[in-house]
Each structure stands twice: as C-alpha cells, then as structure tokens.
C-alpha cells in the first residue's frame, strides 16, 4: 500500500479548534449520532468510528476532523461537530456541519 503524507491536521482560531480525532471526542460524538437515530451507536461503538477513522486517514492521507467551538457563539450550544476531507484533489475541501441540539 502506498503511504501519503499526512494533510494539515491542526487549527485554531479564537474560536474553532480542528484538530485529529481523540479519545475523548467518543461521547460527544456519540451524542451527536444518538440524537438523530434510535439512540445508537454504543460509547464503545464510537469509539470503533474513531479508531477506523484515524486508520483510514493513516492509509490515505485524507482526514475526517472534528472542529470544535472554543465557547458558544451565537446562542448554539457547544459542543458542536463539523468535518473537513477532500474531494478528488487537496484544493477542493468538502465542509459540513452538524450542532448538538442537548449540549
């Protein structure tokens, strides 16, 4: 398998952070899946989305990042999820967003 060099993983602005996927990130990520479904996946199972995500990333070199509210802005409650990966080349990121309505 080919190895890509790593994309661009770290930003911050005084108010969004992105930044590789961590443990940590499983519960509120989990939230996040939980309130728009059945109330699935398990902790554990996201914990599994996020280990398969940092693989695929070591694979190809392209990235599903979290980007966090450093505080709540604009009356939306943090914490919030977004994500950056690219489509076809490195110049044309694919951006979307989704907030935790019960942070």
Request: glycine content about 6%; proline content about 6%.
């Amino acid at each position: 398998m080919t190895a890509f060099a790593p994309m661009e993983c770290h930003l911050a602005t005084d108010r969004l952070v992105m930044r590789p996927w961590i443990e940590n990130d499983a519960a509120w990520l989990r939230d996040l899946h939980a309130e728009r479904g059945d109330g699935r996946p398990t902790l554990a199972e996201t914990r599994g989305i996020i280990e398969a995500s940092l693989a695929r990333t070591k694979a190809t070199g392209i990235a599903l990042l979290p980007i966090r509210r450093r505080i709540a802005h604009q009356g939306w409650k943090a914490p919030s999820f977004s994500g950056a990966t690219s489509h076809r080349t490195w110049s044309m990121p694919v951006l979307f967003a989704s907030t935790v309505r019960a942070a």
